[in-house]
């Protein structure tokens, strides 16, 4: 689910500067999250492991952060 | 259908039970998501995944010897058995068991994170997910076109052949 609601925030939110905050509990999260931005030709950074996972992920050339979707 | 350089998913699936309809609707829309091309053919028992009616969705550890069956609610130590494995059976055979088993394993899968049935394969409409019902196997059950959701198409194999023919294709 977290790729499809990803994927969904990612049709929704068009606009090039967008940042997308990512949250999941599921450890296979890990490297599905990764290998999803690799194939979408997104940029990702993984911010936290503990409590939960968060990765924040963007637009590949966007360097200025916009609004943000969690999901 | 084009034949293009998209990459493209194509499955079979032959199962008329909710455990087997899940890997199915999670593996197309995940697919589809990461922008492959999805085509989704549901043939014999198959045909259940795509009724309006989805009760007769269900599972059962009764000849499922696969199938991990634990508590959904409970102290930690009874959620950790898995009941298919602790009890013979002979148990799976008694009037209420499949009810009891398909009750639990949706309360299962919604603590994953998971969503409905109904909600995933709408999910995968909406990701643009084809769905074919074999019409052969229709008509050989007994049901009629508006038995289905919508929007689905209705052919036989030989159109479904036709039209994936570079396709990585999965059998379920």
Known sequence: MPVIKLKKALTQNTAKESVFLLALTDDGGLKDIPAFCQQQKLEWALLQTQPFIEFKIWRKGSLEEGGDKSG | ?172
Request: aromatic letters at 10%; proline letters at 6%; one cysteine or more.
């Open chain 2, 1 to 172: 259908m084009d034949d293009s350089s998209t990459e493209q998913l194509s499955i079979i699936h032959t199962k008329g039970t909710l455990d087997w309809a899940y890997p199915v609707f999670i593996l197309a829309s995940t697919a589809a998501a990461m922008d492959k091309k999805v085509e989704l053919f549901f043939t014999f028992y198959g045909l259940n995944c795509l009724l309006k009616d989805t009760s007769g969705l269900k599972v059962s550890p009764l000849g499922n010897p696969g199938m991990v069956m634990k508590s959904p609610v409970g102290p930690d130590w009874l959620k950790k058995v898995d009941w298919n494995r602790a009890l013979p059976g002979l148990v799976w055979t008694l009037p209420g068991a499949a009810k009891l088993a398909t009750w639990g394993f949706k309360k299962q899968m919604l603590m994953e994170g998971q969503v409905p049935v109904e909600e995933l394969r709408a999910l995968c409409l909406e990701l643009g997910v084809s769905m074919t019902a074999c019409q052969m196997t229709i008509d050989l059950m007994g049901y009629k076109q508006t038995d289905f959701i919508e929007p689905i198409s209705f052919s036989g194999a030989a159109t479904y052949f036709a039209n994936t023919p570079k396709t990585q294709s999965l059998f379920i």
